[in-house]
T-cell receptor
């Protein structure tokens, strides 16, 4: 069963707008990660947030984590056409080797 | 800067044929992983190797075997391919987090 579930499944925005993607998970976690996948390529790690952190920034990316609601959000500000990709959240429970990935959000940024 | 390299990139098999997918990493990662990705789904863990000499089952191990040949190489074998194993297979390496992924092997079984 999937641990992480992203919402929405697909998102289409104009260049320059902000994109927000949400992730919900079911069990306690050590950390939560966000990955990007361009068409035909492997996943690329974007950012990791630990269970004791509430917010983290990296460039145009902002990630929040609410462990009480078992949810996370990824905000991409001032989106660019090059941000067009699928975005996945991934969680690690205690033990750490079995990372569980959600089904992803497909983001399309129109130039 | 090869990172994680998977071979082949594409393969078509007939039902019942066997096949080994190769993965090699030059990032000195202790742990390596095999996932499959199906349309509309996230990655599902098939097998992983926490360190050289060890392997463990993931979420969907049935129909697969793995070998951690050395620290660099982790192979995935389909002994008797079935149409349900048509998928994109990703290998990843990691020491802790995050994981670094190869570009995948697209496998079709007819």
């Amino acid at each position: 069963s999937q641990q992480g579930e992203e919402d929405p499944q697909a998102l289409s925005i104009q260049e320059g707008e902000n994109a927000t993607m949400n992730c919900s998970y079911k069990t306690s976690i050590n950390n939560l990660q966000w990955y990007r996948q361009n068409s035909g390529r492997g996943l690329v790690h974007l950012i990791l947030i630990r269970s004791n952190e509430r917010e983290k920034h990296s460039g145009r990316l902002r990630v929040t984590l609410d462990t009480s609601k078992k949810s996370s959000s990824l905000l991409i500000t001032a989106s660019r056409a090059a941000d067009t990709a699928s975005y996945f959240c991934a969680t690690d429970a205690s033990g750490g080797f079995k990372t569980i990935f959600g089904a992803g959000t497909r983001l399309f940024v129109k130039a | 800067n090869a990172g994680v390299t998977q071979t082949p990139k594409f393969q078509v098999l007939k039902t019942g044929q066997s096949m080994t997918l190769q993965c090699a990493q030059d990032m000195n990662h202790n742990s390596m992983y095999w996932y499959r990705q199906d349309p509309g789904m996230g990655l599902r863990l098939i097998y992983y190797s926490a360190s050289e000499g060890t392997t463990d089952k993931g979420e969907v191990p049935n129909g697969y075997n793995v070998s951690r040949l050395n620290k660099r190489e982790f192979s995935l074998r389909l002994e008797s391919a079935a149409p349900s194993q048509t998928s994109v297979y990703f290998c990843a390496g990691g020491t802790g987090k995050p994981q670094h992924f190869g570009d995948g092997t697209r496998l079709s079984i007819l």
